[in-house]
């Protein structure tokens, strides 16, 4: 079943496009990465799949369900998760009060938020380690783990996070994904936006390639990284696929 399903949608900043006539899925159960160079759209696409922005023109769906009418907050409470860039943590909060605060707003009981809290720590034991220590305090790549665990918290069908990789060392970058595998692997779906090309399509089984604010490329991740059009894309020369 499709997770996730962008139609045609186009999101305009007053008369400035950001993105139009972007079109893609993402399955149950899989990781999907959307790629490009910087301002090509793919913070825009997130943005507009949690509600933080409203397209101009297309449709979402999650799955089956169009998503239009549903408020930001109320697509978390339906199981949809953005961990933005930067990672937004609450430094000046310890790491087990940022984690409390990821279930907030989920109606659930006390029980179910305190069970909750044991699988995710029980996922990410290194944040049962410093359950106490300021967020503030964590290294980079920890801050990454703990924006994933509070993520992980409301227990989402969909994860979706953009650049979880930016800033961290080869060694921090390695801890974060194999988490993100991890948790693709307890059933979340995954819809991932990266600057590292061959780190994403590492993980991912398929991939997008957004361009000036519209996919020119798409397909398994196996045969992209074969593809000279991909490092095109990059580079801003014209290239257009529906594949």
């Known amino acids: 079943m499709k997770a996730l399903e962008l139609n045609d949608v186009s999101v305009f900043y007053g008369a400035v496009r950001g993105v139009e006539g972007v079109s893609l899925y993402v399955d149950e159960g899989e990781i999907v990465a959307l790629l490009g160079a910087n301002g090509a759209g ?17 449709t979402i769906s999650f799955f089956g369900e169009p998503f239009a009418k549903l408020s930001a907050h109320r697509r978390v409470i339906g199981g949809l998760v953005h961990v933005p860039e930067g990672r937004r943590i609450f430094t000046t909060l ?79 970058v390695d801890i974060v994904y194999d988490m993100l595998e991890e948790v693709a692997a307890l059933g979340t779906t995954v819809l991932l936006v990266e600057q590292n090309v061959a780190l994403a399509l590492e993980i991912a089984s398929r991939a997008y390639v957004l361009q000036q604010g519209s996919v020119v490329l798409s397909g398994r991740s196996a045969s992209l990284a074969q593809d000279s059009r991909l490092s095109d894309a990059y580079l801003g020369k014209a290239t257009h696929d529906h594949g």
């Open 42 to 58: 793919k913070s825009t696409v997130l943005k507009a799949v949690s509600g933080l922005i409203h397209p101009r023109h297309g």
């Open 94 to 172: 310890t790491i087990g009060e940022n984690l409390e605060l990821g279930a907030y707003g989920t109606q659930r009981s006390r029980t179910e938020r305190a069970q909750r809290l044991g699988e995710v720590l029980a996922l990410f034991p290194l944040l049962e380690q410093h359950f106490e220590r300021l967020a503030g305090t964590l290294s980079g790549g920890e801050q990454q783990v703990l924006a994933i665990a509070r993520a992980m918290m409301s227990n989402p069908r969909v994860l979706m996070i953009d650049e979880p990789s930016l800033g961290l060392d080869p060694q921090k």
